[in-house]
């Protein structure tokens, strides 16, 4: 058995597993707060993608927009249309991240007046999802940012994930060789 082989293929299966391994991989993130869209481009390891150009198109692909991200890797952005908004964010190394965000601006609620209205207004309903979209924008983000990085037990698995492999062909090799 070459043992050299077999820690040559291990030792790139634990580089593979490293969260450098993944350290230009973009995501994207965005909510609408009012009548701003709001969102975060981020890398791997949740660092701030800066710098990058956010990329606003409709549903089938027509350019809106664009705005870019800060040194956070914040962005807003100002829609002038209600209906779905597809943002792109790219590297130049060419890595891509997109997400789809469907806004259904209402006729503008500006001042409302509380003997007018019904339980059953339309502009209530209206005014506790701007509110509670509001409230759990960050819950959102932090969900998001959560889903996206790579965790110790990730790395773990990989590895052995990797060492259970080289054990079946090791296995394999030493019962076709008693068998010739």
Known sequence: MNYSKIAA???FGVALATPGAV????HLFATLEGEVVHGRAYFA???PAAGLTVNVLTAEGMPLGTTETDAEGRFTYVPEQAGPLHFVVETVDGHRASMTLTLAKEEGIEEI???VLSPASGEI???IERAVAHEIAPVL???NRLENRIRFQDVVGGIGYIVGLMGLIAYWKSRSG???
Not at 23 to 26: C, E, M, N, P, S
């Open 9 to 11: 293929v291990l030792l």
């Open 45 to 47: 390891g949740d660092v």
């Open 113 to 115: 007046e509380i003997e």
């Open 125 to 127: 309903e209206a005014l």
């Open 23 to 26: 350290a230009h991989d973009v």
């Open 141 to 143: 983000e932090e969900l």
């Open 178 to 180: 008693k068998g010739a």
